[in-house]
């Protein structure tokens, strides 16, 4: 088995170090990691240069500016499908809040016939550490929006933690997409729903450690518009 972890960054120096060590400490033989950073003014992908020195299985793809996560993970499968070609491809961010002990089940659910294999906040035995009444209200009506909007049955089609089965990953590295930022995860939910088996996997989301949140008043502008377009 071979799975492909892509991991997009933007001014995550601090955090390449540690999620390395939590996704090492998981166990999971033939597992790489592919991580794609915008030209980091923070050094990030320096940093992934370093530690990858003595982890033959870590690499970097590295972008001329900030084009966003959506093109990042698109452009991370293509790479990884033309190169190391895996039989699975894992979506996680680079801030930590996605845990490497959950990647295991993800995996699994792959193997087990799932063609997206989708992290849930919003199922029996997810859950979410450290945000307030207002960041889950926000998240809570955004996937109310998605899935009233688009016919999508996920209960959290926001999510960026998921495991993608060989063929799905290809689909979705080929689509021209009407999504580059955060709205990418439901775009490709909406792509694959009527041909693709979706599988909600609970796990424990948390909060940022260290570095900034890339999510600001703009994101949720365009993800309204491009939920709007693609519904169209």
Not at 115 to 120: P, R
Not at 156 to 167: K, Y
Request: proline share 5%.
């Amino acid at each position: 088995m071979n799975v492909c972890v892509v991991i997009p960054t933007y001014n995550e120096r601090e955090n390449v170090a540690p999620l390395i060590a939590a996704i090492e400490g998981v166990g999971i033989l033939g597992l790489s990691v592919l991580f794609v950073d915008d030209s980091s003014p923070d050094g990030t992908a320096e940093e992934i240069r370093r530690v990858a020195a003595t982890r033959p299985w870590v690499s970097v793809l590295e972008r001329p500016g900030k084009m966003g996560i959506g093109s990042a993970y698109q452009d991370g499968f293509g790479a990884a499908l033309a190169s190391i070609g895996p039989s699975i491809l894992v979506e996680m961010d680079g801030d930590l809040q996605h845990p490497a002990s959950a990647l295991p089940r993800l995996i699994l659910t792959v193997q087990q016939g799932a063609d997206v294999a989708l992290g849930s906040r919003y199922v029996p035995g997810g859950v979410i550490v450290g945000w307030g009444w207002l960041r889950r209200a926000v998240s809570k009506g955004a996937n109310a929006y998605a899935r009233l909007m688009l016919g999508l049955r996920a209960k959290d089609a926001t999510s960026g933690f998921r495991a993608f089965a060989r063929g799905a990953a290809a689909t979705v590295a080929a689509a021209d997409l009407p999504a580059k930022g955060y709205e990418f995860q439901v775009a490709t939910l909406h792509l694959l729903k009527d041909q693709a088996k979706i599988v909600e996997v609970p796990f424990t989301f948390t909060v940022r450690v260290a570095g900034k949140s890339k999510l600001g008043f703009s994101d949720a502008v365009k993800f309204l518009v491009a939920v709007v377009r693609m519904a169209l």
